[in-house]
């Protein structure tokens, strides 16, 4: 189900930095797990980011270190602050809250969705 809102997409050059926002919203509760996905056009979904409801972070190879994504309990939301963007991170990137489906210990699928946000990086 779609009814999450994404923000803070864009364009940026190499290097550059970008803060997603997720939320506020009511389909954010404080007992569940969030993700952070991207996908680009052909390929398939990517998790970037997972959030435990305790707010421990993990993160794909390919962004860790460079990624933050955090949540904020208080306000409904979460985050996901992108340092040093690479042109291989451009995608449509998406949140999404409340596990529905676990394979191998991993969460694989989730009943809230946002719409997605663009992200551009440029060489």
């Known amino acids: 189900v779609r009814v999450l809102v994404e923000s803070g997409g864009g364009s940026v050059q190499s290097g550059g930095s970008l803060r997603l926002s997720c939320g506020p919203s009511e389909y954010i509760d404080d007992d569940y797990s969030l993700a952070w996905f991207r996908q680009e056009p052909m390929k398939e979904r990517e998790r970037v980011a997972r959030i435990s409801p305790t707010g421990f972070a993990t993160y794909t190879a390919s962004v860790r270190g460079r990624f933050t994504a955090y949540r904020d309990n208080a306000q409904n939301a979460m985050y996901l602050q992108m340092n040093n963007l690479k042109p291989e991170d451009t995608a449509m990137y998406y949140c999404?809250?409340?596990?529905?489906?676990?394979?191998?210990?991993?969460?694989?699928?989730?009943?809230?969705w946002g719409q997605g946000t663009q992200v551009t990086v440029s060489s």
């Open positions: 999404a809250a409340a596990c529905t489906s676990v394979r191998d210990a991993t969460c694989v699928d989730y009943k809230y």
